[in-house]
């Protein structure tokens, strides 16, 4: 019949869809690289469909109450990564210290200080006239230093020490007197 083909190198029938002779495995069509890449590629997307439909989508979601920020990040074979950032409520910066309403002085003025090195220890006496509790004393120990703030109504203290980063700070206050104890 006019619409069967026959291989150029062996003589068999053969059908008209097949690329290569099941016979002898010449090629029955001239074959373009291209065209075998474009299929793999075209088998492999619909494999992707097929895996993507299957893998439920999971969106963590905090808390109602929660504060804070989500990232969700999807991405495919094809278009680069999307990167999804929301917040949750007021989110809070985390510090080491927490923060308490800005005091404003009229007068600021440095403590009278007495440091003393005994061995490995270096004791720092300031003198805090006014100030009533420990409440009143901020102490915040920086990479290389501690600041202190004390308040006695409009009037604030504010000194800098320099300590080594490794230190261990213990502090104590009793009628107006701060001593401050650095270890090494």
């Known amino acids: 019949m006019f619409w069967d083909k026959k291989c150029k190198n062996c003589g068999n ?3 008209r869809k097949w690329i290569f002779c099941p016979y002898c495995s010449s090629p029955l069509k001239e074959i373009k690289e291209k065209d075998i890449f474009q299929e793999v590629d075209k088998e492999f997307r619909q494999i992707d469909k097929m895996v993507e439909a299957k893998i439920p989508k999971f969106i963590l979601k ?3 109450k929660a ?3 989500g990232i969700t990040i999807t991405m495919d074979n ?3 990564p999307k990167i999804n950032v929301r917040t949750y409520g007021e989110p809070k910066h985390h510090s080491k210290y ?4 800005v005091r404003v002085p009229k007068v600021t003025e440095e403590p009278e200080t007495k440091i003393q090195r005994i061995q490995n220890k270096q004791i720092i006496t300031l ?3 006014d100030v009533k509790n ?3 004393i901020e102490i915040r120990q920086l990479q290389q230093s501690i600041e ?3 308040f006695a109504g409009d009037k604030a203290y504010f000194k800098l020490i320099p300590v080594p980063s490794n230190a261990t700070i213990n502090n104590e206050f009793k009628d107006g007197v701060l001593k401050i104890e650095i270890v090494k």
Do not use: Y
């Open 134 to 136: 420990l409440d009143d």
């Open 62 to 64: 905090p808390p109602l």
């Open 67 to 69: 504060k804070g920020f």
């Open 13 to 15: 029938k053969v059908d």
């Open 127 to 129: 003198n805090l006239p």
């Open 98 to 101: 927490e923060e308490k309403p």
């Open 78 to 80: 094809i278009s680069p």
């Open 148 to 150: 202190i703030k004390a």
